[in-house]
């Protein structure tokens, strides 16, 4: 069974840093691509960033572009996202995503297959 | 940044309706679309990806189309289970991006 348990979240301030982590199992882990995704309270979802299976290729969403760095160790099949400088829009559960896509003739399509439970995290003074 | 908006961003249907919600891309993303439910309080689920292939174990009663601009997901009869906010997702270029949702409540 896939499992994916994320940890990490808590109560920061306002320009503090965070790093979050996700452990996965019950497949391969180094032979997928992994993401992160958030959800403010109450809002719709917000795709952070991704992370190709040898890491080689890494994207982030504008909003956090300079203040986060995503990871992965395959040998201890985890996955990592270090935030810095908090904000207080960065407060939102923050999901570990598998994706399970594929190149076709086009590109290449992202999709996430599985998700974590997802780990809060508030940036409040 | 390609920008989704779905519609309506809300509805009410009783079990047994036809219902379709739609999604519109800022600009075309052939079918790199794909489609998600995510009841209350839970994780989100996909059900759809490539606008029209139904994910291992979904119900056959939920189908997407479309192709370009412009998609929808179709519930062909709604069941209780089925009540919850549904997402589109552009995976055509990065940032990938998510429409506002529509929520599918009990009338």
């Known amino acids: 069974e896939v499992q994916l348990v994320e940890s990490g979240g808590g109560l920061v301030q306002p320009g503090e840093s965070l790093r979050l982590s996700c452990a996965a199992s019950g497949f391969t882990f180094s032979s997928y691509a992994m993401n992160w995704v958030r959800q403010a309270p109450g809002k719709g979802l917000e795709w952070v960033s991704y992370?190709?299976?040898?890491?080689?290729?890494?994207y982030y969403a504008d909003s956090v572009k300079g203040r986060i760095t995503i990871s992965r160790d395959n040998a201890k099949n985890s996955l990592y996202l270090q935030m810095n400088s908090l904000r207080a829009e960065d407060t939102a559960l923050y999901f570990c995503v598998r994706d399970r896509g594929y190149y076709d003739s086009s590109g290449y399509l992202f999709y996430f297959d599985y998700w974590g439970q997802g780990t809060l995290v508030t940036v409040s003074s | 940044d390609i920008q989704m908006t779905q519609s309506p961003s809300s509805l009410s249907a009783s079990v047994g309706d036809r219902v379709t919600i739609t999604c519109r891309a800022s600009?075309?993303?052939?079918?790199?679309l794909n489609w998600y439910q995510q009841k209350s309080g839970k994780v989100p689920k996909l059900l759809i990806y490539a606008a029209s292939s139904l994910q291992s174990g979904v119900p056959s009663r939920f189908s997407g189309s479309g192709s370009g601009t412009d998609f929808t997901l179709t519930i062909s009869s709604l069941q209780p289970e089925d009540f919850a906010t549904y997402y589109c997702q552009q995976s055509y270029s990065t940032p990938l991006t998510f429409g506002g949702g529509t929520k599918v409540e009990i009338k």
């Open positions: 992370i190709s299976r040898s890491s080689s290729t890494i």
């Open positions: 600009q075309s993303i052939s079918n790199y």
